[in-house]
């Protein structure tokens, strides 16, 4: 019965549960399990709510390290004859996460500007395992404009001579001309990393590449958190966050990059 859960079972769960979920999908549950029995508390069912006194442990997931320009080229040998092949390459060149490449659209590409905008998602629901398009990014900090790499203009511009703009979606299912979802895109990665050698290569590992040719340019901090669309990352760099990148700015980044083995 409802009386008969503790604060220390409540805790003992969440503990039990940290070694599968992230630490955000533990705060979602906390925050359900907490308002059910809240509700249960008004209903005088029970006294006290006992999942308030409940800390949730510390993420122990281990950080992801960067892939390295090797893993990069055999990633781009292997998935070369592949339809959606340009998905390497955007990943890899501007930093974005999945979520935002699979929403991009060609109306988001400035080839003028030499800029890509992220203003939209296509991301999975963990709690509900369903896969989600959402107008807007995942933070407000992630609605931005990156800088187009030569290289990535020139996979952009190969990559619409192949498709004929068959599809608005850049990154997309050919037979059924839709935007590929979540799933698609983690299981054609995952089959790409495993032909390539690359087992230790996440989605996620290709964003830590191009932090590190950002860091290895010279960029500041402050500006590498605006182009990967960070909330923050530090009082200092927060002081000028308020201040958008200019086109000049963003065409001198992508400058920066084309000068370094890519």
Sequence with gaps: VLSDISRKD??????????????RTLK???GLLSSMLDMAVDDEYISRNPCRSVKLPKDTIKKKLPATHEDFQRLLEVSRWDNNWILIPLLFHTGCRIGEILALTWDDIDYDNMTINISKQYTRN???HQNEFKEHTKTPAGKRKVPMTQFLFECLKRYEAE???SSCFIVHQVRYNRRLNYTGAYQLFKRW???ANCMDITLHSARHYYTCLLMKVG?????????LGHSNISTTADIYAYKELSISDLKGLANNINRQKT
């Design 10 to 23: 409540i805790q003992s769960w969440f503990n039990h549960l940290r070694e599968t979920y992230d630490n």
């Design 193 to 195: 990393r495993e032909r």
């Design 126 to 128: 963990n709690m509900t």
């Design 163 to 165: 498709e004929g703009n």
């Design 28 to 30: 979602h549950l906390k």
């Design 219 to 227: 960029v500041p901090l402050n500006e590498v958190s605006r182009v």
